[in-house]
């Protein structure tokens, strides 16, 4: 997974820069990235995120430590995860605001080029780095 989203982000960053030669208007170029619907952004979020390992490595080694063996279990681990859920979704909500804040300067093609390949050639040397570990 983690060679997987590299790849994907450099390709996608270089399918990006060879639309735009192709494309003689930035405005129309701006609009195509613009147009990705919800659904689709909402699915790529939720399965980067279910993929994700950090998810399972908190539930696993940093629940457990907060848990009463006496107590109900069921019962702290619904609540330690109900606490879990509204830190990500107040984390989330202040991170959508402030995306919303600067839209119109992200989906500018250069800049979408940019991010695509800076988090791309990021992502491909710590894949690398774990490898080679």
């Not at 699915?43 to 993929?51: C, E, P, V």
């Amino acid at each position: 997974y983690i060679a997987y989203l590299p790849i994907t982000s450099i390709y996608s960053a270089y399918q990006l820069r060879n639309k735009q030669h192709g494309h003689s208007n930035p405005a129309e170029m701006t609009d195509e990235i613009a147009s990705e619907t919800s659904l689709k952004s909402f699915a790529k979020g939720f399965t980067s995120n279910i993929l994700n390992i950090q998810t399972l490595i908190v539930f696993l080694s940093i629940f457990p430590q907060y848990m009463d063996p006496e107590q109900g279990l069921f019962t702290q681990s619904l609540y330690l995860t109900l606490i879990f859920i509204g830190l990500l979704i107040g984390w989330y909500a202040s991170l959508i605001a402030l995306i919303v804040k600067i839209r119109r300067y992200l989906i500018q093609p250069a800049i979408q080029f940019r991010i695509k390949a800076v988090t791309g050639s990021l992502l491909l040397f710590m894949a690398i780095k774990m490898l080679l570990k």
